[in-house]
């Protein structure tokens, strides 16, 4: 069936140090995974995003890695920074709709 | 462009009554749906649209409807409220229903005593 997982569900760092969130699919037919980031009360919002057809994909300090053979997917965050605190979901198109991982809620510790 | 827009921002409900989430968007965008959010358990689909006309169901659509008979439009109804729907819900829209960005809503949080 449609299903992401995403860990870890918790994740601490130190401001400064690096932050990994990793998340599978089951569908191979699927070809785009966005990442999203929701601060505390606030709706989510695009941080990043890849094709099926690309196997990273960087944006400043965010990276986005994917291995289709795998089925898996992973977000990496470099030199964090307070403002990164906030709560991260990996999302996997199914056809028509989209399927989101459980959440992963970071916290950078200063 | 407000993008998409939600109302209420917040609603207390008794068990047994009905009400209609707004959402509305100006970006002439296909795909719209609504999703539930509930602590560790991420964003589940509700329903969703591809378009003027037609709906489709998600995730979790027991006790929830939904039309779309405009582009801009896709209220989701609650036909008798139960404690189980108290969750955070968002609307969200795209150009396209398989991939491009969603387009979130505010969010209503909605608590059913």
């Known amino acids: 069936g449609e299903n992401v ?24 037919a699927s070809n785009y995974f966005p990442w999203y980031k929701q601060e505390l009360g606030k709706r989510p919002q695009l941080i990043i995003d890849i094709r099926s057809n690309v196997g990273e994909k960087k944006d400043q300090r965010i990276a986005v890695t994917l291995n289709k053979t795998a089925k898996h997917f992973s977000l990496h965050i470099t030199e964090t920074q307070p403002e ?19 959440g992963t809620r970071l916290s950078v510790l200063p | 462009n407000a993008g998409v827009t939600q109302t209420p921002k917040f609603q207390v409900l008794k068990t047994g009554q009905s009400m209609t989430l707004q959402c509305a968007q100006d970006m002439n965008h296909e795909y719209m749906s609504w999703y539930r959010q509930d602590p ?74």
Not at chain 1, 86 to 96: I, K, M, S
Not at chain 2, 67 to 90: C, H, I, K, W
């Open chain 2, 40 to 113: 560790g358990m991420g964003l589940r689909l509700i329903h969703y649209s591809v378009g003027a006309g037609i709906t489709d169901q998600g995730e979790v659509p027991n006790g929830y409807n939904v039309s779309r008979s405009t582009t801009e439009d896709f209220p989701l109804r609650l036909l008798s409220a139960a404690p189980s729907q108290t969750s955070v819900y968002f609307c969200a829209s795209s150009y396209r229903a398989d991939t491009g960005e969603l387009f979130f809503g505010e969010g209503s949080r909605l608590t059913v005593l």
């Open chain 1, 84 to 102: 990164d605190s906030a709560v991260y979901f990996c999302a996997a198109d199914y056809g028509q709709n989209f399927v989101f991982g459980p």
């Open chain 1, 5 to 28: 997982e995403q860990h870890p569900s918790t994740l601490s760092v130190q401001e400064g140090d690096s932050a990994v969130i990793k998340c599978t699919y089951s569908d191979s």
